[in-house]
């Protein structure tokens, strides 16, 4: 109990620093005009995968920088993969995630940050916390209120395909 408070203590106050070292602000876009898009979400095998990689080959179509960071829910190098990516191996003991996966995302100004996550852990919301964009845009979450200026509503038992084809539609309506 004393431990896990020390814990959050400590998370919180790093959290809070490195806000304000930062200046982390976020002001309002339109679809139509965000040039630099980032993604941030777990990293799952198979179609999901398939998905992600296919968004940000749409977007890029679209003439749009993309940047995106996975995180593997394993204790290993992710050095190998073919995206950016962060691991267990990346947080330290209070769960903030460090090293240069993390550092280069951060050091990104985005138009439009995209989550496509329904559970979100405490190292992914100190990135999207830390995460400089214009419009943060996520699905309705407990924690949503205080991450994301648009919030979606999905389905839970909506796979990523149609989380990303909803989060696109909403956009499109509140672009107009």
Request: aromatic share 10%; proline share 3%; hydrophobic share 35%.
């Amino acid at each position: 109990m004393v431990l896990s408070s020390i814990k959050k203590w400590s998370y919180n106050k790093e959290l809070l620093e490195k806000k304000d070292a930062i200046g982390v602000s976020s002001s309002q876009t339109s679809i139509n005009t965000g040039s630099k898009v980032g993604i941030i979400y777990a990293f799952r095998e198979g179609s999901a995968e398939k998905t992600i990689a296919s968004v940000k080959d749409t977007l890029r179509t679209q003439n749009r920088i993309v940047s995106s960071l996975a995180f593997v829910d394993k204790k290993e190098d992710t050095d190998g993969y073919t995206f950016k990516a962060y691991s267990r191996t990346h947080l330290k003991w209070n769960g903030i995630p460090q090293g240069p996966p993390i550092d280069e995302f951060l050091s990104r100004n985005y138009d439009l940050l995209i989550c496509p996550e329904r559970n979100i852990s405490e190292h992914m919301r100190y990135v999207l916390d830390l995460t400089t964009s214009r419009l943060k845009i996520g699905l309705n979450v407990p924690c949503a209120d205080d991450l994301y200026d648009i919030i979606i509503d999905t389905s839970p038992e909506k796979d990523l395909k149609f989380i990303f084809t909803d989060i696109f539609k909403q956009l499109e309506i509140i672009s107009e």
